[in-house]
Nanobody
Framework: QVQLVESGGGLVQAGDSLSVSCAAS????????MAWFRQAPGKEREFVAV????????NYADSVKGRFTISRDNTANMVSLQMNSLKPEDTAVYYC????????????????WGQGTQVTVSS
């Protein structure tokens, strides 16, 4: 069982930067592929970014590529998402997720989920 707790959300203006983080309670953090998803009001949850257990492989949704960076610290059991050049359409609840296996981008393939943190970008 892995517990995930997100932090760092907030209200920013378009063009600003923001970082969200996720702390994982497990002694085998490096085993888990970690990802960020987001869900805007009235929309389905969508993939944002994923990182492999060792941190060497990453993948991003086209909508955030070049603006967002996912990273992890396996000594601290943390995964982060640095978000730059934020746009109003980035407004959503951001969820951290974990799975054992490959760097999937599918919501259904992730086993563990955090409660989410709200990111709001004003225009």
């Amino acid at each position: 069982q892995v517990q995930l707790v997100e932090s760092g959300g907030g209200l920013v203006q378009a063009g600003d930067s923001l970082s969200v983080s996720c702390a994982a309670s497990t002694r085998t953090f490096s085993v888990y592929v970690m990802a960020w998803f987001r869900q805007a009001p009235g929309k389905e949850r969508e993939f944002v970014a994923v990182i492999s257990g060792g941190g060497r492989t990453t993948n991003y949704a086209d909508s955030v590529k070049g603006r967002f960076t996912i990273s992890r610290d396996n000594t601290a059991n943390m995964v982060s998402l640095q978000m730059n050049s934020l746009k109003p359409e980035d407004t959503a609840v951001y969820y951290c997720a974990a799975r054992v296996g490959g760097t999937s981008t599918s919501t259904q393939s992730f086993t563990y989920w955090g409660q989410g943190t709200q990111v709001t970008v004003s225009s």
